[in-house]
């Protein structure tokens, strides 16, 4: 892991490729098996091609998990659009693309103002520095490792350097990681330097989940260890 950095591991299931007809069991099934958060994926057939649900589903989440982090993956245009319909929900935080939105820093203002985390992400063909003059205002950096849209498709190893650029230049930053990330990939992850880990496909279909997050947890706190004993 690039130098810099000292903040917490945590792994949150996508349940995107779940059972959707079982949303509340399979959310608490993840956290069962040790997750810390999950990652929620709301898609709007615009600015991504497909469709998965929106705040009404989040409202009927929140009762059966009452203490769980929701962070909101918003893969919709006018992302303002959602900000207090998401918070009255139950959102814990609301992460949002950048390239979705003309005035990142006024959906940034708008989501503390209506008290949830904000993130904000790129998809693979932004470049990493455009999140420079937002990095101040976040809680939370989304790097995307798959064109957001879908579940269970490739890694794609070259972004890693995006999040390497991110805890080489803004330290402590909570740096999330998304697309494609499970026993086979959080190597890389980790060596680059995220903490905050998503995993959809790889945890929802493992035989033990509780192992697969485990496992992968292992691998970045040892990441983190060992950034700080080069420090
Ligand atoms: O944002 C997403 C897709 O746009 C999902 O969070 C992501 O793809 C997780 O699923 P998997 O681990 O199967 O790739
Ligand atoms: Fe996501």
């Not at 989440?61 to 009255?88: G, N, S, T, Y």
């Not at 814990?92 to 708008?110: G, L, M, N, V, W």
């Not at 520095?129 to 990095?135: A, M, Q």
């Not at 989304?142 to 498709?153: A, R």
Request: aromatic fraction near 6%.
């Amino acid at each position: 892991m690039a130098s810099g950095s000292c903040c917490l591991v945590k792994i949150g299931p996508s349940i995107l490729n779940s059972d959707l007809s079982n949303l509340a069991s399979e959310c608490q099934r993840m956290m069962d098996a040790g997750a810390d958060y999950l990652h929620l994926d709301v898609m709007d057939g615009h600015f991504v091609p497909n469709l998965t649900f929106g705040h009404p589903v989040v409202k009927c989440l929140r009762p059966k998990l009452p203490d769980v982090f929701f962070d909101m993956h918003m893969m919709v245009a006018k992302p303002e659009q959602w900000i207090e319909e998401m918070q009255a929900a139950g959102a814990s935080q609301y992460t949002f693309h950048y390239e979705a939105t003309e005035d990142p820093k006024t959906c940034i203002r708008k989501i503390k103002e209506a008290g949830m985390k904000a993130g904000i992400g790129i998809k693979p063909k932004t470049p990493v520095e455009v999140l420079d003059p937002f990095i101040d205002l976040v809680d939370m950096v989304l790097i995307m490792t798959v064109e957001p849209g879908f579940g269970g498709q490739k890694f794609m190893g070259d972004m890693m350097p995006k999040i390497a650029y991110l805890r080489e230049h803004f330290g402590q930053i909570d740096i999330e990681v998304d697309g494609g990330v499970g026993p086979a990939t959080i190597q890389q992850c980790a060596d680059a330097g995220a903490n905050m880990i998503v995993s959809g496909s790889a945890l929802i279909n493992s035989e033990n989940p509780r192992e697969t997050i485990r496992y992968m947890r292992t691998v970045v706190e040892e990441a983190i260890q060992r950034s700080q004993l080069e420090r």
